[in-house]
């Protein structure tokens, strides 16, 4: 199979941080807002070169969303940034009633989400994010893999006119991917396979290219395809590999309900139905502990696509 | 540039238009649409400045006002209208299937004159804020309006707003109060008592006027002294103390009125204390 090589470990949300400094020294309109979490969204480069456009908003998330819709309204591209569980679940109404029906063009920069923000624990470890952001009208939901695919896509992100829900992480993770512009929209197909795909979305795209490599140790030859941007979902390139390979896993660190599994099922249901297995959280809340000891105990991994994979081939 | 005499006939003319929508469409909220009439119609016909045949969304070289308490949208429709926005004749289609003129204001049907999406409660002065920070940007000498409702100003995004209003200097911006003391569930005080409103604002450090909202000589003072508070530092709340249902006597002083339709009958009433002055719609 096609060779990754892990270029060294790094956080997803210093990829945002990166792709946010590149984002506003190409165009003065892009601005950033944060609800005092600088630091942890790595938005210091931004707020140094552009002191003037950054705005620090303290603790109160809600107000920082509608300011950011005001300045969208006076023609500015801001970046609001916070935790995930922050920037979804506590300030929904205000991004369904100001962002995505008053049709502004704020672009929310969720950091830390799923299981692996770790220690913190359940409190902080939204795992239903992608469920609430995909569910609202005019909202573009993009959960890069890695550092370089997190820069380009918050790259991206900025020149794409309307609502975007940009989602990454804390912990450090493998960056593999190609330094190349990113495509809103665009299912990556990293590896071909004949036997069965495996859809996965943001840190599960790095495992599950570690299960492809131990499923070809088995003679198991799986095509690998990266969901970096959950809606508008490349529903073209997912029908061709579900039809060519007849059998689907889908990872994401995520809850089952509303999310990319659930979404994928939706899509082959109503046009070419497929077997299907579902690598993600379940209807529960997770706990402390290191991000790989919660990936494994809830079983969001490389070894859980594996087994996943196998077990979807033999309802072939 | 309307003078206090014109601006009476004028809000006579908006009250009117108010209790037709309302009563055609059979729903609405008419009760405090009519307490802020006065100083809204002062906004738009003599303090604002604004042109309807260059407005585009971003209010960029114009004033802009945003209505937080979005529920409003009879009074805000009959002001845009009647300022040249849209025609008249379209108050007919008010909350009507396929209208522009939505139960509470709405960018995506392209109505002229909105600004922003409300009607969820307490998110206006966000926007309103975020709208003047642009303009601070763009080195865009116009004031930035919002409107609040008393009884929205338990949300705690209003508090969250002021402190960053204040924080950031955003001193382009005069927000009000429509201060009726009434909402949908009784009066404020006896439903979640808002205290000392003025205290409250000084204390988020604003700079706080307090007025008539129905004597235009006194409304259009309150406007001048917050302009020319403009620029110190700070941003600036004028709260206006008003009646709900103002200018018909049996809406006047209740919160009955706060979203309830006048039958036919009860509309013929209130026409008759109500001056016709611009030709209805």
Not at chain 1, 218 to 233: F, H, M, Q, R, S
Not at chain 2, 29 to 57: I, K, Q
Request: glycine share 10%.
């Amino acid at each position: 199979m096609k060779k990754y090589t892990d270029k060294g470990k790094k956080d997803t949300r210093s990829g945002f941080g990166a792709g946010l400094y590149e984002a506003g020294k190409a165009d003065a309109n892009v601005v950033a807002l944060t609800a005092d979490l600088k630091g942890s969204l790595k938005m210091e480069a931004f707020a140094d070169a552009f002191p003037e456009r950054y705005y620090e908003c303290g603790i109160a998330e809600a107000n920082m969303v509608g300011a950011a819709a005001g300045l969208a309204i006076g023609g500015k591209i801001p970046f609001v940034g916070s935790f995930a569980e922050f920037v979804t679940g506590r300030v929904y109404d205000q991004i369904r009633m100001e962002v995505c029906y008053g049709e502004t063009n704020v672009k929310i920069a969720s950091s830390h989400a799923g299981i692996t923000l770790g220690e913190d624990g359940a409190t902080h470890q939204t795992m239903e994010d992608i469920a609430l952001m995909r569910a609202l009208p005019n909202m573009v939901v993009i959960n890069p893999c890695d550092w370089t695919q997190t820069k380009n896509a918050t790259i991206a992100a900025a020149k794409y006119d309307g609502p975007v829900y940009l989602r990454f992480g804390r912990p450090k993770v493998a960056d593999f991917m190609p330094d190349e512009p990113f495509e809103i929209g665009k299912a990556y197909v990293l590896n071909e396979g004949k036997d069965v795909t495996i859809f996965a979305t943001g840190h599960m795209v790095w495992e599950a290219l570690q299960a492809a490599e131990a499923l070809e140790a088995e003679g198991i030859c799986a095509e690998v395809i990266d969901i970096a941007t959950i809606k508008p979902l490349d529903t073209e390139a997912v029908i061709a590999s579900a039809v060519k390979t007849g059998a689907v896993v889908v990872a994401e660190e995520h809850n089952m309900a509303g999310g990319l599994g659930e979404l994928i099922a939706g899509v082959l249901a109503s046009t070419c139905p497929k077997p299907i297995e579902y690598v993600n959280g379940k209807d529960q809340f997770g706990q402390s502990g290191t991000p790989a000891e919660l990936l494994a105990a809830y079983g969001m991994d490389a070894a859980h696509i594996a087994e996943a994979a196998k077990k979807v081939m033999e309802r072939k | 540039m309307q003078s206090a005499a014109d601006l009476k006939k004028t809000a006579s003319q908006v009250r009117r238009d108010i209790i037709r929508m309302v009563t055609k469409a059979k729903s609405g909220h008419p009760g405090g649409s009519m307490s802020c009439t006065d100083f809204l119609t002062a906004l738009y016909f003599n303090v604002m400045e604004h042109d309807p045949a260059t407005w585009t969304r971003d209010s960029k070289g114009q004033d802009a006002f945003i209505l937080s308490a979005g529920h409003l949208t009879p009074v805000y429709y009959s002001l845009l209208s009647r300022s040249g926005y849209f025609p008249v004749a379209e108050m007919a289609t008010f909350r009507k299937f396929g209208t522009r003129l939505q139960g509470h204001p709405s960018v995506e049907k392209g109505l002229p004159g909105i600004v922003q999406t409300s009607g969820s409660l307490g998110q206006g002065l966000s926007a309103a804020i975020g709208i003047a920070l642009a303009k601070k940007l763009d080195n865009d000498n116009h004031t930035v309006y919002t409107m609040l409702g008393d009884g929205e100003s338990e949300e705690g995004q209003i508090w969250e707003g002021a402190m960053f209003a204040a924080h950031h200097q955003v001193d382009n911006l005069i927000a009000m109060t429509d201060r009726n003391h009434q909402q949908i569930d009784g009066t404020t005080e006896g439903v979640a008592g808002l205290g000392d409103l003025k205290a409250k604002w000084e204390a988020f450090g604003w700079d706080v006027i307090e007025a008539d909202g129905h004597d235009m000589d006194i409304v259009l003072d309150a406007f001048a002294k917050a302009k020319a508070k403009e620029g110190q530092g700070k941003p600036i709340m004028i709260i206006f103390n008003t009646e709900m249902g103002h200018g018909v006597d049996f809406m006047a002083g209740t919160h009955k009125w706060h979203g309830n339709a006048p039958s036919e009958e009860q509309c013929a009433t209130a026409m008759a204390q109500l001056e016709e002055t611009l030709g209805d719609f």
